[in-house]
DNA sequence: GTTATCTTGCACACTGATGTGCACATTACG
DNA sequence: CGTAATGTGCACATCAGTGTGCAAGATAAC
């Protein structure tokens, strides 16, 4: 009565599965099953055997990009808000490939509140750099903490998903763009970014 | 054969029709027929004797209230590149309820074009309203104007429709914004509004 | 090489939505 | 009032998508 190991090709089946409906979610966040599927190099009647569900394949794929976000979010330690705002917003952007289904999918309301419950620790991430900001005067204080951090996010929510990851000068655009929200004026942000190369560019580093 | 004039009824619920188009869809951008029309206090056969189709419906919203923006837009014409912004914004916002709709359905893949197509002018007006506020040294030069206007419109986009209409101030926090995302300083905006309070408030003119 | 595990195609049942035809009732218009 | 124009309910055909059952074939694990 010994269970077998899974097969190798299962495994990775699985793993296509969730990168093809991440790819293809991204783009059209209600692509059908099948065209998921066949995406993944497999039929729609095997991805059945993976997942229960559409929602479970969702719900999977939320929960695995979240952990991916909120890591992010935890590594983000600089001290000036401004730093780690604009530090935070270059990592994310990083990982493009995986923020544009989050974003796409925030907006579905069959899985906003997965989504927000899976995003806490990103959002929580947020929230305090707002207030620190503030507090220490480097932020905009014309606007409550939270709503400063709210639209924080759905700026960021918005320059991620409709702005091509691969065009050059993305991730540059996008931390300007939040920087300038926050309530940074450009030339400061300009300057910030100057003086901090390596948060847009980490390779830069060493040059 | 002489043709008889259309009745009083009909040409209000076809009105009536729309009026529910633009409620239902402003939430639910995909709303059934059938929900669109019992919004509206009629059956869904008599929607189709109004309109042959989805399509026809839907452009037609968007073609009147494309009409609208861009009457809005052509009615702004102060000097100062800043207080046009300001304006603008501020009069959409007032359009609230007309403004959802097309920012909901300006991202359905359906009717992209289409949209597109029928806000041209709203799209040249920002675009000549990015040149200018670079060229006066008022908006920030770190961003190509092309870039800045397309920035300008997304960021528009995600606050109308992402915003509680109803709730107080929302107006203000939709101005504010879009002059950060302009380049200016929130204490210049601030003090931008405060020269100019009518911006927002347009009672507040004689008060 | 056996065998359990996976993949596949196909048929099927089900759902929600679209658009149409039609007969009947209702109502505004002249 | 008479009539054309509208609204309504119902049946129908259609379509796309979901999820399941099953039997046959392929393949990795042991």
Redesign the interface.
Known sequence: MTTRAPRRDSVENRAGILDAARITLAT?PRASIDVIARSAGLSRRTLYGHFDDREALIRELISVGAQRFNGIAASVTDEDPRIALARLAARLWQEAAHVQVAAALALD?AHVQHTADALAPLRRTVAALARRGQEDGSF????AAA?LAR?IE??A???VS?TDAASTGAAD?AV??LL??A????R???ELLSTHPEIIDPQEVSA
Chains 1, 2 share one sequence.
Not at 140 to 143: E, Q, S
Request: charged share 40%; hydrophobic share 35%.
């Open positions: 059209d309301e905009r204080t014309d606007l709503t639209l759905e700026v929510r918005t320059v409709r655009l300007r763009t300038s929200i309530g940074l004026s450009w400061e942000a300009d």
